[in-house]
DNA sequence: TTGCGATCCCTTTTT
DNA sequence: GGGATCGCAA
């Protein structure tokens, strides 16, 4: 420990940040105590008075900071090459911990050597629970882990019962073992063999309950209805505590949404199906209701560890508070929990998915006694790249300040490179990466491709880049929306499967229905529907009685029940016995592509165009499922599959029927962001949240612009823009050696040419810090040209004024996304004028919103009511 | 019932 | 520019 220097310990309760917000966190905090007393732990005063007694106060605690330092010649070679906070934070076991960690800090190290070292204090491995959000990130975890224990001469491999696990499979997990305690409780009709729907299912579902209730989809798409339901789950608000908050709000939006979540919730459960964010909410109701399932999960895991806490939401962290109980001490005393929870404020990038800030700001006020340890030293980036992250987070004003340092001097300064338009962008940024290649720093490593990463704000921009580095020839993985579990065609055979497994899975069963097509058309679906409504059964039972169904036609019984047959054959008839059932999951899978006529009808498309690459990836992907689904099953492990520890009185499922569901639920819960692969060779282009966690030696970062960066939705919502400031932050940081931001001064969007305006994130980064380039006014002519070509409005209607390009201003003008009385200049009518839509009639233009391509009219109909039009789209004519 | 083409509407970010 | 939906023809 050469360094004297010491940076842990930032003392005292955190600055109060709003104090409405403060004050509604505590009143949920405190009647969530009320609600449930037994679960009350001794409150500050004793937990504070256990702390400061600063000693085990139970027999097989593991010795406390300090006392037992270099006793055991183990924790050496675990702590050796730490600074002092680091390895401050590794010892720390006992009581609530926050690690402050910095970006680039070390975070991940400091994770693993405290698992390992807690490991090493002789704590079994079984009453470890490491959390975080991506399979990738608990995959890397427990790698790491391994390694370090096998370093050690220790037993290599993964210490049996050691859980590393994202919140959504260990919530998966506790629902399907416990979900038989449950039964016959009111309002719970989970049972084990649940569903696990995406957001394509949800919205499927969705879109149906929207219709169903009478709506249209147009006037109320789904996605924001779910939206709003989601966020209603993070909060635990169940459909009645939201339909009581819309009453009280009196916000017709938000009592249809109320009407809506309700309906979906009941159908949810009807097609015994569960949603991401159900998983959470669910198992905090199983864990304060059950108390046998409590008792079994605090009994078990005495150390319980957060990876990227900062984006918790609220159902998460009462989650936690769930799982971390204090033990009581051999004096009657509840000790307080040992809980660990690592992250980073300015990190904190998913607020509009409920993420709740105020859970790592007040984290030391919801647990007494808490120790906190800041990791402030920067072991990845070079000394400009962090000036330019400081200076840019700097102008956040809800923030715990710290500074981000380094000891390693020298390094490139960040470019910022002004562009004309995004294929000059594309251009710049090509030209850029090639640059570095052909002529490495000196005393840097020589770059390779997969050294270098092109971060965005929307997935859409990646286009651009991506034709730029094809066009190029430069080998390039685009980290984006369609993980393989999520393709069409992997979706469909999953969809048969889940349906075997669940058949009341709806949802499944009417995706496949008729897919490939086998002349189940929608007429018939509607006619088995209606019976089944009558009938209040399943549609998959008013399938089975098809003959009864009012309506059909012989031909459609019969391609009913030749549907049915093949259920049947690949289940048993649902016994999954007998002769003819598949024997192992792989077989199964094989079987359902092939009698399914799935395997056939992809084959046949992709013969049918050969030039299409995507189609005859299909085939492949499919052929692709059997071999996941063979690899699943070896690893799979009956003993240790949650759902085979029966807790109820249940009979065990078949075998096969249990290997699948576990397969389904660990095929259900892989996301985009675990199939990152940073070792290809290749440069890897993503989104800016993707990039969270991650580094790479060069990092290009375009379209900051105001509007992307930080994006229009943001702007307008409260501290939106200093959450895209750190989403800002997050990329810069990932950048190990070279940095470059790139804007682009016109940028096509949904086909037509836009000026731009810089972000003003650019006029935040510390000029004599970086190098500016301005080239925007390169190939301008040539675009002038073009944009001169197309529309037919005039230039001028397309040109809003340009604020102060490189301004001062830009933070002080107003967005013209407010309302206005006046027409805006480039407005083809006056307020007032009288027009004409195709579809609703005549109307008079009460107001306009926005400006540019998103320039909109409020226009009051005289048949339809008022509706707001993006004037671009809406070819209104104006009548005298 | 199926499949294709015209047409409408729109663009965050993801477990 | 593109994805989803709808209507129409076979």
Known sequence: MPDARLESRLGGLPGRSSATETGTKWAAISAFWREYPHLMRKRALDALEAMSSARPLREDAPARAGESLGSARAHDSLLADLTDAQREAVITTEGPLLILAAAGSGKTRVITRRIAYLLAQGVPAWQILALTFTNKAAGEMRQRVEQLLGEDGGDAGAPRGLTISTFHALCARLLRRFAPLMEGRPGWSLRADYSIYDSDDQQSLMKRVISEAGLQTSNWPPRTILAGVSAAKNRLQGPSDFAEMAKQSGDFFARTTARLYESYEKALRQANAVDFDDLMLLTVRLLRDSEEARRQVQERWRYLMIDEYQDTNHAQFVLSTLLSVGAVAPDGRTLPPNICVVGDPDQSIYGWRGADISNILEFEAQYPGTKVIALGQNFRSTAPILAAAGALIRHNKRRKHKDLFTKRPGGAKPHVILCADEHHEADVVLGWLKGLIAAPSEGEPPPTWKDMAVFYRNNFLSRVVEDALRRAGIPYIVARGTAFYQREEVKDALAYLRLIANPADEVSLRRIINKPARKIGNSTIARIENFAAAERITLLEAMRQVERAPGLTTAAGSAVRRFLSLIDAWTGGGSFLGQGVPESLADLVGRVLAESGL??????????????????????????????????????????????????????????????????????????????????????????????????????????????????????????????????????????????????????????????????????????????????????????????????????????????????????????????????????????????????????????????????????????????????????????
Request: hydrophobic content about 40%; aromatic content about 6%; glycine content about 8%.
């Open 599 to 880: 395997e056939a009808h992809y084959k046949r498309t992709s013969e049918i165009s050969p030039g299409d690459e995507e189609g005859s990836d299909k085939y492949a992907n499919l052929r692709e499922l059997v071999s996941s689904a063979r690899d699943f099953e070896e690893e799979y492990d009956a003993a240790a599959d949650p759902a085979q520890e029966r807790v109820g009185a249940d009979a065990a499922p078949p075998p096969l029927l249990a290997m699948l569901r576990a397969y389904l639920e660990s095929v259900s819960l892989v996301a985009d962001a675990d199939t990152i692969d940073p070792a290809a060779g290749a440069v890897t282009l993503m989104t800016l949240h993707a990039a969270k966690g991650l580094e790479f030696g060069a990092v290009a970062i375009v379209g900051l612009e105001e509007g992307l960066l930080p994006g229009q939705r943001a702007m307008e919502a409260q501290d939106g823009v200093e959450e895209e400031r750190r989403l800002c932050f997050v990329g810069i940081t990932r950048a190990m050696r070279h940095l470059l931001i790139t804007s682009a001064a016109r940028r096509t969007s949904r086909g037509l040419i836009e000026r731009t305006i810089p972000s003003r994130f650019l006029d935040e980064l510390p000029k004599e810090q970086i190098e500016v380039v301005d080239r925007s006014e390169e190939f301008g002519e040539a675009h002038d040209e073009l944009e001169a070509s197309g529309w037919g409005r005039s230039a001028a209607d397309r040109r809003p004024a340009r604020r102060a390009s490189n301004g001062s201003a830009s933070s002080g003008g107003s967005t013209a996304a407010r309302s206005t009385g006046k027409a805006p200049a480039e407005a083809p009518f006056p307020v007032g004028a009288k027009v004409r839509h195709p579809q609703f009639g005549v109307g008079t233009v009460a107001s306009f919103q926005g400006r540019g391509v998103n320039l909109r009219a409020v226009i009051e109909f005289r048949d339809v009511g008022t509706k707001t039009l993006v004037l671009q789209y809406a070819r209104l004519q104006q009548v005298e």
